[in-house]
């Protein structure tokens, strides 16, 4: 999944803090994602998914991969 976020940060030039800020996820929640310290929660997924406009389905699809 972060792979994707990473992706449409830098397609959208957004941060992670200002989505952290923006969605009301911790900033260390996302770093813990990115360093597979944990996984997210379907509540986070779903804020990332509308902050960028995206399908859950479009945020998980490379996780398959």
């Given amino acids: 999944m972060y792979e994707t976020f990473?992706?449409?940060?830098?397609?959208r030039n957004v941060t992670?803090?200002?989505v952290a800020k923006e969605t009301?996820?911790?900033?260390?929640?996302?770093?813990?994602w990115?360093?597979?310290r944990s996984t997210?929660?379907?509540d986070?997924?779903?804020?990332?998914?509308?902050?960028?406009?995206v399908s859950?389905?479009?945020l998980?699809?490379?996780q398959s991969n």
């Fill in 40 to 42: 997210p929660k379907l």
């Fill in 60 to 62: 998980l699809k490379e």
């Fill in 34 to 36: 990115k360093n597979g």
């Fill in 6 to 11: 990473a992706k449409l940060l830098k397609e």
């Fill in 24 to 32: 009301g996820i911790a900033q260390s929640t996302l770093s813990d």
């Fill in 56 to 58: 859950l389905e479009f």
């Fill in 16 to 18: 992670a803090y200002k």
């Fill in 44 to 53: 986070k997924l779903q804020k990332i998914a509308d902050y960028f406009s």
